[in-house]
């Protein structure tokens, strides 16, 4: 890409410390830098399962908005006038009941013991707020994952390897949690985390170039 092209588009932030995510932008070669969200997502608890996931997304978005509007430096104020801040939310649905992140390892088992041999549902919102438009743009994604059969033994050494800390359902599907998956329908990179479809999506209608990018084969995947 040209650089005096690329030097006028909008920064792209990341609201987030999801390494996954971090991971997909790193992928698809996109420049950004990663402001942090910190809030309290219980407060999400009291609306629908399903529109949850977009409610904390823009909580988040907010949250780093306002940490930039009250940056005490001019200039770093300045650099962010004209941004794209990317929020993302999953959680987990199953039987009107939903999972989101296990606050410890007896939770964490519980959740995979309740998905063992069924299906549950794995719905992610985006959204990306323009700071110079000052818009909202948001999606969400629903797929569906079907669990293997799982044993005791099977659980307790998936948590050995303490990946259910800070996961949805507390298991990682971009990690040694897909060996669980026996079956989905819809978008792995949703599941994971960040839908990748909605948020080309999202970034060509606010005429971000980012097929322009030098794009890895490896993540190019719903």
Not at 104 to 111: H, I, L, N, S
Not at 138 to 150: D, G, R
Request: hydrophobic residues 35%.
């Amino acid at each position: 890409m040209d650089k005096m092209i690329q030097k006028n588009l909008p920064t792209l932030i990341l609201a987030s410390a999801s390494v996954y995510r971090q991971q997909v932008l790193k992928s698809l070669n996109l420049p950004f830098e990663i402001i942090v969200s910190e809030i309290d997502e219980s407060f999400a608890s009291k609306f629908d399962c399903e529109d949850q996931p977009e409610i904390i997304a823009k909580a988040k978005v907010d949250a780093v908005f306002n940490k930039i509007c009250n940056f005490s430096e001019k200039d770093k104020k300045q650099k962010y006038t004209n941004s794209l801040i990317t929020a993302a939310d999953t959680i987990l649905i199953m039987s009107g009941k939903s999972y989101g992140k296990p606050k410890d390892r007896e939770e964490a088992f519980d959740f995979l013991n309740s998905f063992s041999g069924k299906t549950h549902f794995a719905v992610t919102g985006i959204v990306i707020f323009n700071t110079k438009t000052k818009t909202y743009h948001s999606a969400k994604n629903k797929t569906s994952v079907t669990f293997k059969t799982l044993s005791i033994e099977e659980i307790n050494k998936y948590l050995d390897s303490g990946e259910w800390q800070g996961a949805a359902g507390g298991y990682r599907m971009q990690n040694l949690g897909a060996c669980f998956v026996k079956s989905i329908e819809g978008s792995p990179s949703s599941v994971a985390g960040l839908p990748i479809f909605e948020f080309y999506d999202i970034l060509r209608s606010q005429h971000y170039p980012i097929l322009d990018f030098c794009c890895s084969p490896l993540i190019l995947r719903r």
